[in-house]
């Protein structure tokens, strides 16, 4: 095992920051890609230890799985078939949100209220084709190292405290430390940290009439807003935190540690995570088949990669995300 920490701040020393909490000017090389640095070479070979099997999964969900969606404003997309004569076939995906399925939200995915997108990059800059914070920085140099994935669903079952979707729980970040202890692991610096929730698996395979009562309420398990999780990532330098909820963290929003700093989102966690820290944050990822194995093997790391769609300018898109055993 190899194990090598970047010489950066501790999120104490950030909270002094302008803006408080942000790592913006940490990074002297590939500052566009955030957190992600923290997975470079010597995370990459560490990660190979975890393939023992050659078993490889599918970390992403189809791209028309969530269909309606739990955000209205982002429709499935509709494939079409053209032919420009009978021996030949084209397509073509119409209405294609990048954030409609699994997805890694892009570093111009939310501004920093009042001081700007991650790293103080200009508002003009922030714009379709132009290459400031867009996804393609994570395309053209994926995201690859341990991804070590946290049984939070499993945890809690054992614990007498399963998890009530429909009532769209707010998770502590001790419930991640708990995890670690129960799955005799800890985080390595630049982990790929994959948090099983069961939510996307429960969501898809509820009624209509469930689905329409949280998609209504806008309600969905996730991590309470609090600093202890930007703490907690800063920390133990994660390079990319995905979990199988809608948002990541819990909606609607149950603290109001944030609120004077993100009103316009009521006080969400994301500005706290996406604009100031520079986390790669993954949402609605398909965990199940990995924790099922994870649950047969005892083995809870991977080989992990991370492509997004090369799009100069992207915002968010599906990850194209891969695990080997």
Same mark, same amino acid.
């Given at each position: 095992m ?5 010489d ?27 957190? $992600? ?11 190979l ?26 429709? $499935? ?38 001081h ?5 990059v ?19 140099k ?5 991804g ?32 670690l ?15 099983h ?11 209509p ?12 398990t ?10 907690w ?86 990850p194209?995300?891969? $695990?080997?055993?």
């Open positions: 190899t194990e090598s920490r970047m950066v701040p501790p999120y104490a020393r950030l909270r002094g920051h302008v803006p408080p909490g942000s790592s913006w000017g940490v990074f002297d090389r590939d500052p566009e890609r955030g957190t $992600a640095n923290f997975a470079g070479p010597a995370q990459v070979l560490d990660a230890s975890a393939v023992t099997r050659g078993a490889v999964f599918s970390l992403d969900y189809a791209l028309d799985a969530f269909d309606p969606p739990m955000a209205r404003a982002r429709s $499935a997309p509709r494939h079409e078939l053209l032919a420009a004569h009978a021996e030949a076939r084209d397509d073509v995906l119409r209405e294609f949100y990048l954030q409609a399925t699994s997805q890694v939200d892009g570093l111009r995915h939310r501004r920093a209220s009042g700007g997108f991650y790293n103080g200009p508002d003009e800059d922030i714009r379709a084709g132009h290459p400031a914070l867009g996804v393609q920085r994570w395309a053209e994926p995201i690859a190292g341990r070590l994935l946290l049984d939070l669903e499993g945890l809690l079952a054992a614990e007498g405290t399963p998890l009530d979707h429909r009532r769209g729980p707010a998770l502590d970040v001790d419930v991640l430390e708990r995890a202890r129960a799955q005799h692991e800890r985080v390595r610096p630049g982990d790929l940290v994959l948090v929730t069961g939510w996307a698996r429960w969501y898809l395979g509820a009624s009439e469930v689905r329409a009562e949280v998609r209504d309420a806008r309600r969905a996730g991590f309470r807003q609090t600093r202890e999780l930007p703490e990532l800063w920390d133990n330098q994660v390079a990319l935190f995905a979990t199988d909820t809608f948002a990541v963290e819990v909606l609607p929003v149950v603290s109001d540690a944030f609120l004077a700093d993100a009103p316009e989102d009521a006080g969400m966690m994301h500005q706290e995570l996406i604009a100031k820290l520079g986390v790669p944050l993954g949402e609605l990822w398909n965990l199940t088949g990995l924790v099922a194995d994870s649950r047969a093997h005892g083995r809870w790391d991977a080989l992990v990669t991370v492509k997004p769609l090369h799009l100069v300018g992207g915002v968010g898109s599906p194209n995300a891969t $695990a080997l055993r």
